[in-house]
C-alpha cells in the first residue's frame, strides 16, 4: 500500500486496533489553505486523530501517519478536476442549445449552473471521504515515555491536559 506521509504525532491513547494520536502544528498545517485561514484550530493548536493502529504503537511513542495515495488522489479529482469537466461540459451544452433556439446567454448561464451543482456535489463527497477514510501508523519513530517533552509550550500541554481530563 503506497502512502504518503502526513505528519508526525505521539500515542496518547490505544484502543485495539486503533490509537489516538496528538499532532502538533507541524509541516502540514504550514502548507494547508485551512490553517493559514485559521479555519481547522485556533492559531493552528494541537490536533487529536483516530488512526488505524496495525503497527501496534504503544502509548508514549512518536509515530510517523500516513494516508493512502489513492484517497490523495481522488479528493484531488472531486475537489478539482470533477467541478472543471462539469463546468466545460454544462457550457458546451448551453452553447448548443443556444445554437438551436437562437436565445443568447444560455451557455454562460448553463455554465454556471453545472459549476454551482458540481462544487454542491464535490463539497458532499469530499466531506463523506473525511469520515471515512482513516490515517494510518506508517513507521513508530521512536518510544517515549509519556508525551512531556515532544510537545513543548503552554498551548500543546493545555491541550493535552484538557484531553486528559476529558478522558477521566
Known amino acids: 500500500m503506497k502512502t504518503s506521509i502526513v505528519e508526525t504525532g505521539v500515542v496518547i491513547e490505544r484502543e485495539g486496533t486503533t490509537a489516538k494520536v496528538l499532532l502538533g ?60 469537466l462539469i463546468f466545460v461540459v454544462s457550457s458546451l451544452s448551453g452553447y448548443l442549445i443556444s445554437l438551436y433556439t437562437g436565445l443568447r ?12 451543482l458540481a462544487i454542491v456535489f464535490s463539497l458532499g463527497r469530499l466531506r463523506k471521504m473525511d469520515s471515512t477514510e482513516r490515517m494510518h501508523i506508517k513507521r513508530i519513530v521512536r518510544d517515549v515515555d509519556g508525551t512531556e517533552g515532544v510537545y513543548q509550550g503552554a498551548e500543546g500541554l493545555d491541550y493535552l491536559h484538557g484531553f486528559q481530563q476529558k478522558r477521566s
Open 25 to 84: 502544528k507541524g509541516t502540514s498545517c504550514r502548507g494547508c489553505a485551512m490553517a493559514k485561514l485559521g479555519m481547522c484550530r485556533p492559531g493552528g493548536a494541537n490536533m487529536i486523530f483516530t488512526v488505524d493502529n496495525t503497527l501496534n504503537a504503544e502509548v508514549g511513542d512518536t509515530v510517523m501517519l500516513g494516508l493512502k495515495r489513492e484517497v490523495h488522489w481522488k479528493g484531488y479529482f472531486i475537489a478539482f478536476i470533477l467541478p472543471l
Open 105 to 116: 446567454g444560455i451557455d454562460v448561464l448553463s455554465g454556471f449552473v453545472g459549476l454551482a
